[in-house]
């Protein structure tokens, strides 16, 4: 069955002698649903992007280099409830965010943070929400 829930997933790591492989993603993987295009994004320290909201698309987000805490918003019983994930580029994680989430992320790194978004379909404006900070009241401090 899919992932349909934002989860961090381990990246699996193919030892080799020579330099060590980290398989991101495959057909058969959980999260895996379609492919639409991939493109990295960076991240300042301390700098917030979000909030953001897809209605279609999937993310599956692999952070390269630095470490990032991501922020999701969950609506229950008409209670708002954040759910906080931490990628450490020493980890070989990655962070499936399904659509319909509203969600953003901060730089905990001095050094910019890299990431990479396998998307599964093409960007499209019409496709996403931008919110402004203010609008949910989490504490980025």
Request: net charge positive.
């Amino acid at each position: 069955m899919k992932t349909k829930k934002t989860k961090i997933i381990k990246t699996k790591i193919i030892n080799n002698k020579y330099g060590n492989l980290r398989k991101l993603l495959d057909k058969k993987s959980s999260s895996y649903n379609s492919f639409g295009e991939i493109y990295l994004t960076n991240i300042k320290y301390k700098k917030i992007k979000g909030w953001k909201y897809h209605k279609k698309m999937i993310s599956n987000i692999f952070l390269i280099s630095g470490k990032v805490k991501f922020v999701v918003v969950k609506k229950m019983n008409n209670k708002i409830d954040f759910c906080e994930f931490i990628l450490n580029s020493k980890d070989y994680n990655q962070i499936f965010i399904p659509n319909k989430t509203f969600f953003a992320f901060t730089g905990l790194s001095k050094k910019e943070s890299t990431l990479i978004n396998f998307a599964s379909i093409l960007h499209n404006d019409k496709e996403s929400v931008n919110l402004k900070l203010n609008e949910f009241s989490y504490k980025w401090i």
